[in-house]
């Protein structure tokens, strides 16, 4: 869910998109995306100069305090949960490689016929380059999503920087 959102995001900022003119060193910028990012889950709104935060599916508003809570636990543990998936797909294929190479070891360890031995280790030397070529193929896609999503799930990380961001929406939101 997060990765499919960042990467839409990422798409828009890219050639000219709705989104290209974001720069991240711009306060008012990371608003923006910050808003953009999380449109569906929270919404921001400014009532009387008092920003509204508001948990889009359960329809409540939040503190401040119950914001960073969401912020720093609930959307922090589903990225961590999104990342470790992406980890865990690349450690399964690990794993069936170690046990191709300890089949590997067996067969010429336990198998007395030569030829035996030799179709064998033929046959398990295929299953692990297949195997190594996936985890490589895998590794190269997977690796830089696990690095987008620690990004984004490391931002903002401790409350001063959260209300201040929260304090400059107030603005963007007061003048867009």
């Known amino acids: 869910m997060w990765l499919e959102k960042i990467k839409k995001l990422q798409n828009e900022q890219k050639n000219f998109g709705r989104l290209s003119y974001i ?6 910028h990371l608003c ?6 999380l449109k569906d889950i929270i919404d921001f709104q400014l009532n009387d100069d008092e920003l509204i935060i508001k948990l889009v599916k359960e329809d409540r508003i939040l503190s401040r305090d119950e914001f960073l809570y969401w912020w720093q636990i609930t959307r922090h543990n589903e990225i961590y949960k999104e990342e470790t998936m992406l980890v865990k797909s690349i ?3 690990q794993k069936e490689i ?6 590997i070891s067996a067969a010429e360890d336990n198998i007395e016929d030569p030829d035996e031995i030799e179709i064998k280790v033929k046959e398990l030397s295929a299953k692990h380059d297949k195997l190594a070529n996936e985890l490589k193929e ?5 690796k830089p999503d696990v690095k987008i999503l620690e990004g ?6 401790n409350k001063e920087i959260l209300d201040l961001i929260l304090n400059i929406m107030k ?6």
Do not use: G
Not at 23 to 28: D, G, K, T
Not at 98 to 103: A, D, I, N, R
Not at 152 to 157: D, E, G, M, Q, V
């Open 171 to 176: 603005i963007y939101l007061k003048y867009k």
């Open 138 to 142: 895998k590794t190269s896609i997977i």
């Open 91 to 93: 450690h399964k294929i």
């Open 32 to 37: 923006i995306y910050m808003i953009e990012l």
């Open 98 to 103: 170690e046990k191709v190479k300890k089949l």
């Open 23 to 28: 720069n991240s060193r711009c306060e008012l």
């Open 152 to 157: 984004i799930r490391n931002s903002f990380p």
